[in-house]
């Protein structure tokens, strides 16, 4: 029922910047926490990024600085804005969303299918 798009992933030489997106659709009663994870080549998932519902944001310290996340409520979208980036920063980026399907349903963790973010010169 509920659908996450990603988009915004490519190459770029070290030093430059991508700016992902995703965006949330369905029937969907409220959204709660969007986050920004990515995996490289034979390492776990990590968290990169997060923002709430408040607008609260976290960041993890291997892109504090670089990185920004934003969200756009009415269009239900999270972005991931990527300055700076370096080799180091390749991985397949994947958002995840926490929401709502209805008053009284569980909270759900929604995930993307994932884009390849490649820095390389």
């Known amino acids: 029922q509920v659908q996450l798009v990603e988009s915004g992933g490519g190459l770029v030489q070290p030093g430059g910047s991508l700016r992902l997106s995703c965006t949330a659709s369905g029937s969907i009663f409220s959204i709660l926490a969007m986050n920004w994870y990515r995996q490289a080549p034979g390492n776990q998932r990590d968290l990169v990024a997060s923002?709430?519902?408040?607008?609260?944001?976290n960041y993890a310290d291997s892109v504090k600085g670089r990185f920004t996340i934003s969200r756009d409520n009415a269009k239900n979208t999270v972005y991931l804005q990527m300055n700076s980036l370096q080799p180091e920063d390749t991985a397949v980026y994947y958002c995840?969303?926490?929401?709502?399907?209805?008053?009284?349903?569980?909270?759900?963790?929604?995930w993307g299918q994932g884009t390849q973010v490649t820095v390389s010169s």
């Open positions: 995840s969303i926490r929401l709502q399907l209805g008053p009284s349903r569980p909270i759900i963790r929604n």
């Open positions: 923002i709430g519902s408040g607008g609260t944001t």
